[in-house]
């Protein structure tokens, strides 16, 4: 090791219980101190050669940047399986259609769910969630063996309590890029164990590492804030607040990137929303993804004809990069449905013709998007007076410690500045409700626009809307609600939690990424009638019967219903399977009375609550 690194050296040291956590977790060897206080194992920055290629974060500079100039969007798929072996096979698909087109891919490979959690404090939940998700770490390094990224660079993601480590690990194996999130994709999206700060600093590590060794970085999500139901604005100013901590942190703003969300219902929305980005953001360059909670049918050719919409709001807002989506409803896509999804996108991206679209209505909602999030910024920050866009320069954030800066940001967050309606953060304030107008557009509710924020800047529904009260509760049975496993998909669990609510039940929420016994435990300590898992990994499989196993070893198991929801197999080719499963022999496999899977009514489950906690009254009564 030559080049001096003095940030990522200090986090290595500062950290080294939790790397050799790590390497124990994950059978993978990481940089370590030597008898002589010397850090070993940690490779030289990028440029560097791997497997024969150099890597290095500027490939996807370069990509980026054609993208822009050429007006088509370079290609984002994302596509991760278990085992690298797996990975590469199923990633050769998409490699031989880029070849076919005559394109680069920037390939994402998703890593295995295990990554959101701190191998030193929760290496339990890491043991009991492996397999899913994506690839492991391990397999990241094999998969560079293999051949991943000699033509298409790749990045990981490394979202969670620990990303530095994450990152560290995807550096030595070869990967040109990484996303971090800090300020929305973790916590706000429900990842990972710790508190906000804890996250917070994490990030600010990761930022660091990513910048002294030239690593690309999608820095932060719009659409993480955009599926929990938060406004356009309220993405934006969290996403200047990210690129604060990322010009603290050194990173050159030609590695950093940010993603967004498109809904393709109103196209000069979606234009004002990538033009707001492109005028305030530090960052270089834009991923645009296609919204994926519209519920298209879980058929490939439909989706293609629904993502359409999206791939054309990408193409004429002159987004660097776009993701094509495949096989979004029935988990993680084969091979072969990606290299489809690649062609159908670029087919719209070569025949659409690019223009420039002028419109009043355009420049209306660009600046009411900026407005939004320079009012959210003002008060976060405690500004006395508005903030302007040309103040957020690389000068203002470089008046804020790293510390001070990432304070109020945490306190902002718990406060209910900082807020979208569905946050996964157990330490997070929600009050704001906000509403998808007829226009696509998402606005908040009268009287519920975040806590401490000039109302007058916040986009307000001029829609009829009916917000539910608060409903006494009604019934005497008591549901527990909670994700198991490393997943921190919330979105669905929360949806039922609110209609479980409004029937009249108390419901105890433990959120995401629970042990199943950690569950079953609770439910006997509040004495519930009633529990409802979910896992959107493919691991309900192991996971659920733990729950039922553990309420038979607390005696309970007769005085108990269980059922659970999300995606009971991981893969597109083992979804059928289990469907007909369940159709055929029911879910007594699972351990559970009842499985509702993606698509389920909500009224459906509620009604099944009903008639079931009826039957458990009688049977406890004889």
């Avoid at 390094?141 to 000699?150: A, I, M, T, Y």
């Avoid at 002159?318 to 091979?335: D, L």
């Avoid at 009268?446 to 007058?456: A, E, F, R």
């Avoid at 609510?501 to 009633?530: C, D, H, I, W």
């Amino acid at each position: 090791m030559t080049a001096k690194r003095p940030n990522t050296e200090r986090i290595i040291k500062e950290d080294v219980e939790r790397i050799k956590a790590y390497e124990k977790a994950f059978g993978v060897k990481m940089p370590y101190i030597d008898e002589k206080g010397i850090i070993q194992g940690l490779p030289e920055p990028y440029p560097r050669e791997v497997n024969g290629v150099m890597r290095s974060g500027y490939r996807l500079t370069e990509l980026g940047r054609k993208g822009l100039k050429d007006s088509i969007p370079i290609l984002n798929p994302i596509l991760g399986r278990n085992t690298a072996t797996e990975t590469y096979k199923e990633s050769k698909h998409m490699y031989d259609m880029a070849e076919k087109l005559g394109i680069t891919l920037f390939h994402f490979v998703h890593s295995e769910a295990t990554r959101h959690i701190d191998p030193l404090d929760g290496i339990e939940l890491i043991e009991q969630s492996r397999g899913k998700g994506g690839i492991t770490p391990l397999g990241e390094r094999e998969f560079v063996k293999l051949g991943g990224g000699l033509k298409h660079p790749v990045r990981i993601n490394a979202t969670g309590d620990t990303p530095h480590i994450s990152i560290l690990n995807s550096f030595i194996a070869g990967f040109d890029g990484t996303d971090i999130g800090p300020v929305i994709h973790v916590h706000f999206g429900g990842r990972g164990i710790h508190d906000y700060k804890t996250k917070l600093v994490n990030g600010f590590k990761a930022i660091q590492i990513c910048a002294e060794n030239n690593i690309f970085v999608q820095l932060d999500s719009h659409k993480h804030i955009n599926n929990i139901e938060g406004t356009d604005g309220m993405a934006l100013a969290m996403c200047l607040l990210a690129e604060g901590l990322a010009v603290l942190g050194g990173l050159d703003r030609a590695l950093s990137c940010i993603q967004m969300n498109v809904g393709g219902i109103n196209l000069l929305a979606d234009l004002a929303l990538i033009k707001a980005f492109r005028e305030m953001i530090w960052s270089e360059f834009i991923v645009v993804v296609p919204e994926t909670f519209q519920n298209p049918p879980p058929d490939l050719i439909v989706e293609q004809a629904h993502f359409a919409r999206m791939a054309i709001s990408a193409k004429l807002g002159g987004a660097n990069f776009y993701r094509p989506k495949a096989a979004e409803s029935v988990g993680i896509p084969t091979g072969e449905s990606m290299a489809k999804a690649i062609w159908a996108s670029m087919n719209v991206f070569e025949n659409t013709y690019k223009i420039d679209i002028h419109d009043d209505y355009i420049a209306q909602r660009k600046n009411e998007i900026k407005q939004e999030a320079l009012a959210v910024l003002t008060a976060t920050l405690g500004e006395s007076t508005m903030l302007k866009p040309e103040q957020i320069t690389e000068d203002f954030w470089r008046r804020y410690d790293p510390e001070e800066l990432i304070d109020l940001i945490v306190k902002a967050g718990k406060s209910g500045i900082l807020d979208a309606p569905r946050a996964g953060g157990w330490d997070l304030k929600r009050f704001v409700k906000t509403h998808r107008d007829s226009d696509g557009i998402r606005r908040y509710v009268p009287g519920y626009t975040p806590l401490g924020v000039d109302k007058k800047y916040m986009p307000i529904t001029k829609e009829e809307v009916s917000v539910p009260k608060q409903v006494p509760i009604t019934k005497k049975h008591k549901v527990v609600l909670a994700t198991v496993g490393a997943d921190a998909h919330v979105i669905g669990i929360n949806q039922v939690r609110e209609a479980i609510e409004q029937a009249g039940y108390e419901v105890v929420f433990l959120r995401g990424m629970n042990l199943p016994e950690t569950v079953a435990e609770v439910a006997a300590e509040t004495k519930a009638s009633l529990i409802g898992v979910s896992n959107l990994l493919g691991l309900g499989i192991t996971l659920f019967p733990r729950v039922n196993q553990r309420l038979q070893e607390l005696g309970i198991r007769d005085k108990v219903l269980l059922m659970a929801g999300g995606r009971i197999a991981e893969k597109e080719e083992e979804h059928k399977k289990y469907e007909e499963k369940i159709k055929n022999e029911g879910p007594s496999f699972l351990g559970v009375d009842a499985f509702f899977g993606p698509g389920s009514k909500l009224e459906d489950i509620v009604a099944w609550i009903d008639e079931n906690t009826k039957k458990l009254d009688k049977k406890i009564q004889k």
